[in-house]
Nanobody, 125 residues
Framework: QWGLVESGGGSVQTGGSLTLSCDFR????????MGWFRQAPGKGREGVAA????????NYRDSVKGRFTVSKDNAEKTLHLQMSSLKPEDTAKYYC??????????????????WGQGTQVTVSS
């Protein structure tokens, strides 16, 4: 969807690590910033992390700060989310998503106007 292709999900135990990747070479719209949101069954969307290319700033939701790291390779047009010290409450489908750059800070909670098909992350206790 929208030329955003995620990979790297899986199942881990509490405390484990996973790295998600997103290939956005086919994303057709310029002027958007990239990030991740997640959605667990029966719950709403949660913005996880996003990068503002205009000033290099990065924003994370509070519950993942210190555990998740988002990075972007502009040459390869890939986005990554390194997740460590995973908890059962991190279980969700994770989506690579694009949004307007001004939403990296104030709009992270509802991040994403274009997104991929998602990749499942399951953390067992």
């Amino acid at each position: 969807q929208w030329g955003l292709v995620e990979s790297g999900g899986g199942s881990v135990q509490t405390g484990g690590s996973l790295t998600l990747s997103c290939d956005f070479r086919e994303f057709p719209y310029p002027g958007f910033c990239m990030g991740w949101f997640r959605q667990a069954p029966g719950k709403g969307r949660e913005g996880v992390a996003a990068i503002d290319d205009t000033d290099g700033s990065i924003n994370y939701r509070d519950s993942v700060k210190g555990r998740f790291t988002v990075s972007k390779d502009n040459a390869e047009k890939t986005l990554h989310l390194q997740m460590s010290s995973l908890k059962p409450e991190d279980t969700a489908k994770y989506y690579c998503a694009a949004d307007r750059c001004y939403n990296v800070d104030s709009g992270l909670a509802n991040w994403g106007v274009h997104w991929g098909q998602g990749t499942q992350v399951t953390v067992s206790s």
